[in-house]
């Protein structure tokens, strides 16, 4: 009798955990509509082959690099680890997470992160962190950098959090309650639309153009882990003419790159070199790249890459293979962009968060 009763407590409790976590699964946000960015740091743990280069930041890698580009003309295998406003402290434990399993040779970190120590919108730490696997990384991250009215215990049982969506549940919670669908091309996000550069608003001045020195701590400790490793630590800044990058920071980056002697690449400096356009090559009026101009910018940065240390494995007839089903990914939904473009124009905007 007793053992009849501990069978069917048993069952009771592995029942309310299934359902429980079904409800969860369901109510948190699948990101499969106008706002996809939240689906970009879990597809990462779908590879099957390691990268040579691993790029880390916010909208100013994932929206103005193209990993298929830099395959197809340089053999470069990447993956950009990006989400929305992705802080410095977030990068790093990302990286951290990420030297768990593969050891590339180059590691480009963009410094624009570097303006923004704390997180101002719980929305952005979620797009980062509900999709990151548990580890002692993503405890770490979110403790660092979680805003005062977010708690651990609600990224540990996310139903605490999104309890109260249930009313807000729409078909695509339904439909991608088992997988959702992939958005991104190792981690880039498309846009083949384009608006041109109109009136960018007036520079403003700052009271102070000194980097959190918290951020600085970060910044070190990638660099000192890329070290330890034996990898390659590139810094990059976008050619992004919106929000301004300020020389008093440039000279900032300047500086510490030359003192660890580091490659800084400022692509604002560069925009000639790359060929970049500004009325076809970005989709917001300057602030990312569209497809063209990161593609442009892809092969840019592919012979610096090289020069890291990456190599060009195009012979590697298994790599490849994975490649070119990628890049049919990738003409397929640059050609549908195209289509649904040149019908709609500027009426059809691909929303996104930044």
């Not at 029942?15 to 740091?41: D, H, T, W």
């Not at 929305?123 to 770490?140: A, E, L, P, Q």
């Not at 660092?144 to 078909?171: C, D, G, K, V």
Request: a negative charge; charged letters at 25%; hydrophobic letters at 40%.
């Amino acid at each position: 009798m007793k053992r009849k009763k501990l069978l069917t407590l048993l069952a009771v409790v592995l029942c309310s955990v299934f359902l429980l976590a079904a409800l969860q699964r369901l109510l948190m946000p699948k990101y499969m509509g106008l706002v996809v960015e939240g689906n970009f740091i879990h597809e990462y743990y779908e590879e099957t082959s390691d990268h040579d280069v691993i790029f880390l930041g916010d909208c100013e890698v994932y929206e103005n690099i193209s990993p298929i580009v830099l395959f197809r003309e340089f053999g470069i295998t990447s993956y950009i680890r990006g989400s929305a406003q992705q802080l410095i402290a977030q990068s790093y434990y990302l990286l951290e997470e990420t030297l768990k399993t593969e050891t590339p040779r180059a590691v480009v970190f963009s410094v624009s992160a570097m303006q923004q120590y704390e997180q101002t919108n719980e929305t952005y730490n979620r797009m980062t962190f509900d999709g990151m696997r548990w580890s002692s990384s993503k405890f770490n991250a979110i403790r660092e950098t979680a805003m005062e009215e977010e708690h651990m215990i609600e990224y540990l049982f996310p139903l605490l959090r999104f309890h109260s969506r249930y009313n807000q549940l729409e078909p695509d919670d339904f439909r991608y309650f088992l997988r959702r669908g992939k958005v991104t091309h190792n981690g880039y996000y498309m846009r083949a639309d384009v608006r041109p550069v109109g009136h960018l608003p007036a520079v403003r001045r700052l009271a102070d153009y000194s980097f959190d020195e918290r951020a600085w701590e970060y910044l070190d400790r990638m660099r000192s882990l890329c070290s330890e490793k034996g990898i390659a630590f590139i810094l990059i800044k976008a050619p992004s003419l919106y929000p301004a990058w300020h020389d008093q920071w440039d000279e900032q980056i300047v500086a510490y790159a030359q003192e660890h002697q580091l490659t800084y690449i400022n692509c604002i400096d560069a925009i000639d070199s790359i060929g970049i356009d500004f009325s076809q090559d970005t989709y917001d009026g300057g602030l990312h790249m569209n497809v063209y101009g990161a593609e442009k910018l892809s092969r840019y940065l592919g012979p610096f890459l090289l020069e890291a240390g990456a190599v060009d494995r195009r012979d590697d007839a298994e790599l490849a293979a994975v490649w070119a089903e990628k890049g049919l990914y990738y003409d397929s939904m640059k050609a549908q962009q195209e289509e649904e473009f040149a019908q709609f124009g500027y009426l059809k905007q691909f929303k996104t968060e930044e």
